[in-house]
Nanobody, 117 residues
Framework: QLQASGGGLVQAGDSLRLSCVAS????????MGWFRQAPGKEREFVASITWNLGTTNYADSVKGRFTISRDKAKNTVDLQMNTLKSEDTAIYYC????????????WGQGTQVTVSS
């Protein structure tokens, strides 16, 4: 089970931190990710992190502004978003990819992020 939180309404240039609490299984060798979907657009990848080593990957559009992290003790995956832009407005979803899977297998319910310009 994935529970995302931390969304809200902010102004351009502000920061926001999203958090996703993961439960129900161990996440050894899993990949944790954040995706987003803006109105009228397809869902897109934002960032990911490997549970074991903490290796990160980012979409070009957020590199240098967003930081993904995980806390093994708390079973959480956070997304620190800085210098937000209006185009970051979307519903943000956390997701988990099982080992050896090509796709993300578990999804949270989403949290709305709205950036006003």
């Amino acid at each position: 089970q994935l529970q995302a939180s931390g969304g809200g309404l902010v102004q351009a240039g502000d920061s926001l931190r999203l958090s996703c609490v993961a439960s129900g299984r161990t996440f050894t060798n899993h990949i944790m990710g954040w995706f987003r979907q803006a109105p009228g657009k397809e869902r897109e990848f934002v960032a990911s992190i490997t549970w074991n080593l903490g290796t990160t990957n980012y979409a070009d559009s957020v590199k240098g502004r967003f930081t993904i992290s995980r806390d093994k003790a708390k079973n959480t995956v956070d997304l620190q978003m800085n210098t937000l832009k209006s185009e970051d407005t979307a519903i943000y979803y956390c997701a988990v990819q099982r080992p050896m899977s090509r796709n993300y297998n578990y999804w949270g319910q989403g949290t709305q992020v709205t950036v006003s310009s």
